[in-house]
């Protein structure tokens, strides 16, 4: 006959393996979800080391810096720089611009995972457009992006021969990842400075920008107040002095023709 101590014993057995079941299969599906740490090591010392360094600590050569250190980098930025194909760089000279991402979804992840045990750094923001203010999103945009990025949002010159980004192209992740990474030029909007539900609305805006309601005539582009501008008072000139001319010619060949009294 089985004692009560062992038949309680031989119960806890199934309990506990589905226990150990549940937290490893989590763990596991966590792993997954956030990337894998030595595919992205392996990745990282294919095609970013050279110029990051092998702890990512930065590449100085000939007394100048060729690659930033990344330990304090962090997953926005990481996402960011991937995903808009800004790195890898073939030349570390180059100007990050925006293309085609070298890598595909599942390796930008393991890269993530890898590049945010170098250090901390800000966690790829979670935007949601449909929660932000279009209206409030406008305003925001006006005051702290337009004079980079232009009011249309096509991008604009910058000082030493830079140039801010057009965001017709920009996810609403990659937006947030911006925003508080700030990339290149652009400055950081922590979250003292922009809420999340602010950082929703100017990622709103922006995606708004890309097929705004045009009311009240033709868009010419949205090319900005200035080079609109621009273009209306050359275009309007040049055509009133064609028609100047048009009507002055035709003035001039009647009076010739006309029979002199």
Known sequence: MIRPRLLRLVMLV??????????????????????D??????????????CHGIHGKGVEANGEQRGPSLEHAGPAITNY????????????EDRPVRKDPAYDTE??????????????????????ITTGDLA???????????????????????SYGRAAPQLSKATPTQIGSAI????????VFGPDTLSSHEVDSIARYVKYLE????????????????????????????????????????????REVEPQP
């Open 14 to 35: 199934p309990l506990v393996a589905a226990g150990l079941y549940l937290v490893t299969g989590t763990s596991t599906a966590r792993g997954a979800e956030h990337g």
């Open 37 to 50: 740490t030595g595919r992205g090591r392996e990745l990282y010392l294919t095609g970013c080391s050279s």
């Open 81 to 92: 720089m991937l995903t808009t194909g800004r790195m890898p760089l073939a030349n570390s």
């Open 107 to 128: 390796q930008i992840r393991d890269l993530i995972a890898y590049v945010s045990t170098l250090g901390e750094g800000p966690a790829i923001p979670d935007v949601d």
């Open 136 to 158: 409030a999103g406008g305003e925001l945009y006006r005051a702290n992006c337009q004079p980079c990025h232009s009011a249309s949002g096509a991008g604009g010159a910058l």
């Open 180 to 187: 508080r990474t700030g990339p290149g030029q652009m400055p």
């Open 211 to 254: 097929h705004p309601d045009d009311r009240g005539g033709v868009s010419l582009g949205r090319l900005g107040p200035i080079p609109e501008g621009f273009l209306i008072w050359v275009l309007g000139v040049g055509l009133l002095i064609v028609i100047c001319t048009w009507i002055g010619g035709r003035t001039r060949n009647r």
